[in-house]
Nanobody
Framework: QLQLVESGGGLVQPGGSLRLSCAGS????????VGWFRQAPGKEREGLSC????????NYADSVLDRFTISRDSTKNTVYLQMSSLNPEDTAVYYC????????????????????WGKGTLVTVSS
């Protein structure tokens, strides 16, 4: 069974950092572009960042540019989202997603082609 499993969320103070992980289970995540999305309470889902299967292409939403960094480790079948300078507006459930027809583009908000979503990990930024 193909699954994406996010981890690394938690409570962090404003200005702090977290690293989220998205592990592939039952398939080789390296073969796919992967995106990170989030959904805050009462708000629509927002695309944050994506990375190509090779890792050579990454894109970011303006809201997280220069604060978040996406990367991947093929040896661990995992994609990461390093988040820094967190603020309360970053509080949300964070999801990773992928699919055979999902491609990382400058329009990071698009989930076109996504077949698989993780269950999400909650990030709470609060003092």
């Amino acid at each position: 069974q193909l699954q994406l499993v996010e981890s690394g969320g938690g409570l962090v103070q404003p200005g702090g950092s977290l690293r989220l992980s998205c592990a592939g289970s039952g398939f080789t995540l390296d073969h796919y572009d992967v995106g990170w999305f989030r959904q805050a309470p009462g708000k629509e889902r927002e695309g944050l960042s994506c990375i190509s299967s090779s890792g050579g292409n990454t894109n970011y939403a303006d809201s997280v540019l220069d604060r978040f960094t996406i990367s991947r480790d093929s040896t661990k079948n995992t994609v990461y989202l390093q988040m820094s300078s967190l603020n309360p507006e970053d509080t949300a459930v964070y999801y990773c997603a992928t699919g055979s027809n999902y491609y990382c583009s400058g329009y990071v908000d698009s989930s076109y082609g996504v077949d698989y979503w993780g269950k999400g990990t909650l990030v709470t930024v609060s003092s």
